[in-house]
């Protein structure tokens, strides 16, 4: 005769046993995942290593300076065509007012005033370092360029990078 | 039956106790095993976390022999994962059918020469080392047994002869043979991280460039170049013409492969003349107002020291620099005298080896015992051969406020000290900054060619006959320039030299350095002070011309003293 308990025992140890199996065999599959995965990053990394020197190679100066006289519009940075900011100029101001306005009455001055264009600070200004060798044609001091806004924050750009994309093993 | 029943009972009594017995020692079992699982499962996870994470990280791979990158990161030398393949002869069933085969991939084999190979009583020999991927596709293509391939590394210098003298090359087994390769093998060949040298691959192209123009332009045989940051002594570029492939090193010859600016030694000339005044002036012996005779030529027992450009009167300090007269500096070195001489370029290095990190170093040649003849010819340079290594690192101290730096090829990080060997005062220093300055602007100065508008070059001219089998000969010269920029806070000294440069029509037939190694450092200044952070200055700007002011103190009324 069995009794409840010994059968719930039994039960028990069978669902143990069961869990064990899963397990263990869910554990091997995971270790074959991670084996593939380490093996594919390997390889990656041995491409990216045989990239980097080609990229060296590719980056040879004597070869760049062949392609740029080859295909750009560029000729060697003239030493005046480097200036620093204290050289700039300042912003030229928007017109100032006639002496006559000054005199005029209150109301029309404080009217005009308000109708003049407002002002927006400076855009943020980045100085392009003299790093590349050449400099376009035109013979302006172009070394100072203006960065647009960025639309996107730099948050925006982080949460792209850091989302998990979808790995393929081989 | 009394007996029976005890009997019974004590048999009963003692099974109880096995059963008793039994069951403790299983419940005990189970609950050890319990007690474990709990302590597994409940209390452990963080350490089991925290073993799983270290388990089998896969780290940046390691090829056999670490990188050498320039002061930017460039790759300068890489190992490559190639095949090599090698076969076992007494598994090759057909050698002369798989010889032919072979041959048609491997076109450098004849098929008799495979044919040999293949039909040796070995059982193993290399038929090529490190082949192309396509080569080894093709060969597996063929299918022929007892031929296999071998997993190796081979060392790759993407940039070529660009940094041949500075980076060196390895032998067949990846072991170092010349320059930095050799001088780091230990640490190269463990692996690990790129070893950063302190070059700018950009401005060695530049110098490189612009140092080949001008050798071909004057037919000279060979040259070198050199940039270094004049406060730590960090080598930006290095060059030496004729260089060579160290992808194919074993097929340059001696001369492509001899390092002109570490190992070459050679006597050159007035360039030293930096040296023999700074000791003058540091040592007091003399003044810039101070000048000595130079109106007819010395002659000590069978030689004869004349003046390139005679002025034939008396000169001051600062035009015996500017007219570079051997004869003024001579009497000045004369008045020194010999030991001080001796002791001053000791302590610039002259007399040794020089620190640089490269296997390939020339050991200076100077006179023992040091006559008096010596004491003169030295001050202008001859009868002591140096490299331009020396050159440019005992250039540097004169400039940079009177510190000397061992020159290095590796870049220094900026938290590392500088430290420097104090060898002339910092007024000393500040009068040889005028002076060579002074070269460079002043009309009559040797060194025009060498200025680079806004970045106020300094410097001297050396021009040497090359001694072949103890004779002069007068139309073998070594020609080079030593500049500093910018003069007024000198950043980077750049040497050049040229080896047995010919006059040109453009030159008027002049091969002296003026004309020949001048024009290449004012190239190489213009072009590479924007990419090494100089920025160009107003060299009209007075506090600049108040920097390098200098009285000529000149005793002739038709010079203009500036």
Not at chain 2, 483 to 500: H, I, K, N, T, W
Request: glycine share 8%.
């Amino acid at each position: 005769m069995i009794r409840p308990t010994t059968l719930a025992m039994l039960l028990l140890a069978a669902s143990a046993g069961g869990l064990l199996f899963r397990v263990s065999f869910e554990v091997a599959e995971l270790e074959d995942r991670l084996g593939g995965l380490n093996r594919a990053i390997v390889k990656e990394q041995e491409s990216i290593h045989v990239l980097r020197a080609e990229w060296s190679y590719l980056n040879q100066p004597s070869q760049l300076a062949a392609l740029a006289e080859r295909y750009l519009d560029l000729v060697p940075l003239a030493t005046e065509q480097i200036q620093t900011f204290a050289a700039l100029p300042l912003r030229p101001l928007p017109e100032t007012l006639d002496d006559d306005e000054i005199t005029a009455d209150a109301a029309t001055l404080l009217a005009e005033v308000k109708g003049l264009p407002k002002l927006k600070p400076l855009a943020p200004r980045r100085h392009v370092r003299a790093r590349q060798e050449t400099v376009s044609r035109p013979e302006v001091a172009a070394i100072f360029v203006t960065q647009p806004a960025p639309s996107r924050t730099l948050g925006d750009v982080l949460n792209d990078v850091m989302k998990p994309s979808p790995v393929r093993v081989e | 039956m009394v007996a029976q029943d005890d009997e019974r009972q004590a048999t009963l009594e003692r099974a109880r106790t096995r059963l008793l017995i039994g069951g403790a020692v299983f419940t005990a079992c189970f609950l050890a095993v319990g007690l474990r699982l709990a302590d597994l499962g409940l209390l452990r996870q963080e350490q089991d976390v925290r073993a799983l994470q270290s388990r089998e990280v896969v780290g940046q791979i390691k090829t056999q022999r670490a990188d050498i990158v320039d002061r930017q990161g460039e790759l300068l030398a890489t190992n490559l994962v190639t095949a090599s393949l090698f076969a076992n002869p007494r598994r090759v069933p057909d050698p002369a059918a798989a010889a032919l085969k072979l041959a048609s991939v491997l076109p450098e084999f004849s098929a008799a020469e495979l044919t040999a190979k293949l039909s040796a009583d070995r059982a193993f020999v290399w038929l090529k080392r490190n082949l192309t991927p396509r080569q080894q596709f093709e060969i597996n293509r063929l299918g022929i047994p007892g031929l296999d391939f071998e997993r190796e590394e081979q060392r790759v210098y993407p940039h070529g002869a660009l940094t041949a003298h500075v980076v060196g090359f390895t032998g067949i087994d990846n072991e170092g043979l010349v320059g930095i390769e050799k001088s780091f093998d230990a640490t190269l060949a463990g692996g690990g991280e790129a070893l950063q040298l302190s070059l700018d691959l950009r401005v060695q192209y530049i110098l490189r460039k612009e140092l080949s123009e001008q050798i071909e332009r004057f037919s000279a045989i060979g040259g070198g170049g050199l940039v270094i940051d004049a406060d730590t002594g960090e080598i930006v570029a290095m060059v030496s013409l004729p260089d060579f492939d160290p992808n194919s090193a074993n097929e340059a010859d001696d001369d492509a492969r001899f390092n002109r600016i570490s190992l070459g030694v050679y006597e050159l000339g007035s360039v030293f003349k930096i040296f023999n005044h700074a000791m003058a002036l540091d040592s007091g012996i003399t003044s810039m107002k101070g000048g000595y005779d130079a109106s007819k030529p010395i002659r000590v027992a069978r030689f004869t020291i004349n003046d390139f450009h005679g002025e034939n009167r008396w000169l001051s300090v600062p035009e015996i620099f500017m007219y570079s007269s051997n004869v003024g500096s001579a009497k000045m070195a004369l008045h020194a005298g010999g030991e001080m001489q001796r002791d001053f370029l000791s302590d610039l290095g002259f007399l040794e080896r020089t620190s640089v990190e490269l296997p390939e170093q020339g050991k200076p040649i100077y006179p023992a015992p040091w006559r008096e003849i010596s004491t003169m010819t030295i001050s202008y340079g001859h009868g002591i051969a140096v490299s331009p290594m020396h050159l440019a690192s005992a250039t540097a101290a004169m400039v940079n406020g009177g510190l000397l730096h061992s020159p290095t090829l590796i870049k220094r990080s900026p938290s590392d000290p500088v430290l420097g060997k104090r060898v002339i005062s910092r007024d000393t220093s500040d009068s040889m900054r005028r002076l060579m300055r002074l070269v460079v602007e002043n009309e009559n100065g040797t060194g025009g060619n060498a200025a680079a508008p806004g970045y106020v070059v300094g410097g001297k001219t050396g021009t040497a006959e090359k001694q072949v089998d103890g004779r002069y000969k007068t139309k073998a010269l070594v020609s080079s320039f030593v500049g500093v920029f910018p003069s007024q806070a000198p950043r980077y000294v750049v040497v050049v030299m040229l080896d047995e440069p010919k006059g040109i029509k453009e030159s008027y037939g002049y091969a002296t350095a003026g004309w020949t190694a001048a024009p290449v450092v004012s190239r190489v200044i213009s072009q590479a002070a924007p990419l090494l952070g100089v920025a160009p200055v107003d060299e009209d700007a007075p506090e600049i011309q108040r920097a390098l002011a200098l009285s000529l103190y000149s005793r002739v009324r038709t010079v203009a003293a500036n």
